[in-house]
Structure formats: structure tokens, C-alpha cells
């Protein structure tokens, strides 16, 4: 059957060395830090659950195992608690980042879903900090899977979504991207609280298919373990924890998942006090996609936008942890890299090239772009202007057009001021 992980119930006689090596095969291919760990037979098997679990019914829910009380985390928790603690999290309404990314994709490949997401449940709306296959940023709360995953102790699995009344009028059942199958889980805070879910969606039923619940929680404990563990920039923590969620709303480019020009600015301001205070050096590196209106002309806006959010992906994996991306305007992005000089930048410049024109990009159900870039990068030191900075790294980007696009080209030396 279409989209299965390779574990059937008739496999159920079989050892589990058997379905683990079956599902290393599956993945062998990904050298991501997790796949490794997925691949190495006994991590695999300290970590993985072998409890297989079989939808026989269309249209029906099944609700995982639910956890013996010993084991379970606290239910107690009220909604205001709830909200308290993502508001602790600071993580809605900030930019997509490749710690989460990664665990999108690969959840999309171990369950071979098109569709794969990391919400975070708000009050009213449920906004989404990791998507694979989806240009969604957020949806209201009452229209989405998410909602009705809170409620649930374990797994959450439809079969058929748009065969199942409770799910049928879900917001992406009926529009784009068109989901059938669900099968998510609850992501966590460190107090317990269900704070959003980690998701699997396949735009055909999956009727009396295996899922293996084993793999979805333990990436939903990954997940969790990356809340834990995100490691932000001064300026980073400092702009997410002082703007309140509405400020950082309107600082969000939605298509992309990065900051917008506002975001730029504010970043920026903070990353050059932060810069003048240690006497370190900050550069930013300025992204255009080589002939993006083709794009738009020949396959459609659709396709165009599928483009930059891909484009801005690749971006955000190919930058360091303590760089930012954002979305400059129309098809250019900026890439702020604080304590990085003129060799460095040039370095992380070509590395954002190289990793945009990598692979083809996806930008509809058959078709695959090859896309490129033209970078321009420019160094300052503290006590420059923003504003020039953001001027000569134009410069170089224009410069890099001129000598046949697909290049990185650093603005000359710094034009210091004051």
C-alpha cells in the first residue's frame, strides 16, 4: 500500500531486528545527525518502540495506549497554565529554525508523508514553527488537528479525515494541502503542559495501515529535547523575550517563516550594540534568486512561492546557529552574521550559494527548478552605519549579477563613519 513505513501486522511474528533493519534501509540514505542515530541497530533499539499499532476501520480515531499513571506527566495543568508556559517558551511568532526543520523532514520520511508540522496550540489560533509540504503559517484553533490532540493521552490516528464528520470540515482537509490521513502526537514544556504537536499527514487514506507509534513518540521526545536546548544570540533572546506576540507577528515574513524587513531592523540595531560593546565584527550577506520572474511567468505564482519558502529553508540550514535570516523583499534575503569578518563571511557567503543550488528545487507535484543565487557580502565594523552596510552589500550583490550571477562577491573595504 502507497505511503507505508514497511510494517505490516503480518509482520508481527517477526523479530524487531527484522523491522529495525528494514527501516534503516529506508532511511540509509540521510546522513542528519538523528538518521544516524535511527540507523545504528542498538541506539535504534534502546530508543524505538516495537509497538505496532493497526487501523482497521475507515474513518475511525484510534487514541494511543495512553501511559501507566506512574509514567505520565502531569494532567492537572490548566489552560492558563498551559499558555503561561508557551509564553515562557517565547517560540510563537518567531522565525522557522533548522533544529526543527530537521525533525519535519525527517518524520516526513520515516512515515513517507508529503506533509509533516511542529504547532504550537495557542488560545485561538494554532501557529506552525516547522512545515513540510504546507505553505500554512497558522490557522484558528477550533479548524485544526492540533486542537483535538491536546485532549488525547497518546497518538492521535484518522485513517480518512474527510470520512470522519468530527475531522471532515478541518481546514486542511478541505482546502490545500488537502489532508486524508493524520497521525500526531503531543509535544510537551518541561512542567508537562501540552504546549502543540508534532504531525504526519498524507493527502490519501492510509486504511488498514501500520503505524508504528514507537517512532512518532520518540521524535516528539527530540522535539521536546530541542525546546530544551535552543540556543539563541543576545540580540536574539533579547528582541523574542522584549516585543510582545503581536510585535513579533508583524516582524514575520508567513511564506517564509523568517523575520521580514521590520524584523531585519530591529535585529540589526541590537546585533550592531552588541557589536560595538565587544569590538567584534559584523557582516550580513545579501541573497538574490537568479531570474525568479521566470519562475512566476512559467509555472505560476504558485510555484514561485513554493521557491522562496525552499529557498529561505535552505538558507536557515546552511547558516550558523547564531546567524538570522530574514526576507529582505520580493526574492532577496539578508543573512545577519554577528563576530564574523571579511574571510569568514565570504566563507558562510559561499556556503549559502552552494547550498540553494545543491539539489532542484520542488515547486508543485511534478515539477523540480534548478534554482541559483547571487550573493553579496559586506563587513563593518561597530561603529558603522546600518544603513551602509545594507548599501555595500547591495553593491556587491549587484556586482555579483553583473559577473554572470550564481557567485558570491564581498564589498570592498569599510567605509567607517564618524
Not at 150 to 160: E, N, Q
Not at 374 to 395: F, Q
Amino acid at each position: 500500500m502507497r505511503g507505508r513505513l514497511g510494517f505490516g501486522a503480518r509482520g508481527g511474528g517477526k523479530s524487531h531486528r527484522g523491522l529495525y533493519a528494514r527501516a534503516a534501509r529506508r532511511l540509509s540514505g540521510d546522513q542528519t545527525p538523528y538518521v544516524r542515530i535511527f540507523t545504528n541497530f542498538k541506539a535504534f533499539s534502546l530508543r524505538i518502540s516495537p509497538l505496532l499499532v493497526t487501523l482497521s476501520e475507515r474513518g475511525s480515531i484510534f487514541r494511543d495506549k495512553p501511559m501507566p499513571q506512574s509514567a505520565r506527566r502531569s494532567d492537572t495543568i490548566t489552560e492558563q497554565q498551559r499558555l503561561a508556559a508557551i509564553e515562557r517558551l517565547a517560540v510563537t511568532y518567531t522565525p522557522a529554525e533548522e533544529c526543527f526543520d530537521r525533525i519535519t523532514r525527517l518524520a516526513s520520511r520515516i512515515f513517507a508523508t508529503p506533509i509533516a508540522t511542529l504547532s504550537v496550540v495557542g488560545d485561538q489560533r494554532v501557529w506552525f514553527k516547522s512545515r513540510v509540504g504546507t505553505v500554512i503559517s497558522e490557522l484558528p484553533r477550533a479548524d485544526t488537528f492540533s486542537n483535538s490532540v491536546m485532549d488525547h493521552d497518546g497518538a492521535l490516528l484518522i485513517p480518512d479525515a474527510l470520512a470522519d464528520p468530527s475531522f471532515a470540515r478541518c481546514e486542511m482537509v478541505v482546502n490545500a494541502p488537502y489532508a486524508r490521513f493524520y497521525a500526531g502526537i503531543a509535544i510537551r514544556s518541561p512542567n508537562g503542559a501540552k504546549i502543540g504537536s508534532l504531525s504526519v499527514m498524507d493527502t490519501e487514506p492510509r486504511h488498514h495501515a501500520a503505524i508504528d507509534v514507537g517512532f512518532l513518540r520518540d521524535l516528539a521526545a527530540i522535539t521536546e529535547d530541542e525546546f530544551h536546548r535552543r540556543q539563541l544570540t543576545a540580540s536574539q533572546k533579547s528582541m523574542i523575550t522584549e516585543l510582545g506576540e503581536a510585535q513579533r507577528r508583524a516582524m514575520m515574513d508567513d511564506l517564509t517563516s523568517v523575520w521580514n524587513r521590520s524584523g531585519l531592523d530591529s535585529i540589526l540595531e541590537r546585533e550592531f550594540a552588541q557589536s560595538f560593546a565587544s569590538g567584534r565584527p559584523i557582516s550580513v550577506a545579501m541573497v538574490d534568486i537568479d531570474h525568479f520572474k521566470k519562475i512566476n511567468d512559467l509555472y505560476g505564482h504558485g510555484a514561485g512561492d513554493m521557491a522562496l519558502a525552499e529557498v529561505a529553508r535552505r538558507l536557515r540550514a546552511a547558516a550558523r546557529s547564531v546567524d538570522s535570516v530574514t526576507r529582505y523583499g520580493g526574492e532577496e534575503f539578508v543573512v545577519v552574521l554577528p563576530d564574523c569578518d571579511e574571510h569568514d563571511a565570504h566563507v558562510v557567503g559561499e556556503r549559502l550559494r552552494a547550498c540553494i543550488g545543491a539539489t532542484r528545487v520542488p515547486v508543485g507535484h511534478s515539477a523540480h527548478l534548478e534554482i541559483t543565487a547571487s550573493v553579496g557580502v559586506a563587513t563593518a565594523e561597530p561603529n558603522t552605519v546600518v544603513s551602509l552596510l545594507l548599501t555595500r552589500a547591495d553593491v556587491a550583490l549587484y556586482d555579483a549579477k553583473r559577473n554572470g550571477r550564481d557567485c558570491v562577491v564581498a564589498a570592498p573595504a569599510t567605509i567607517r563613519c564618524g
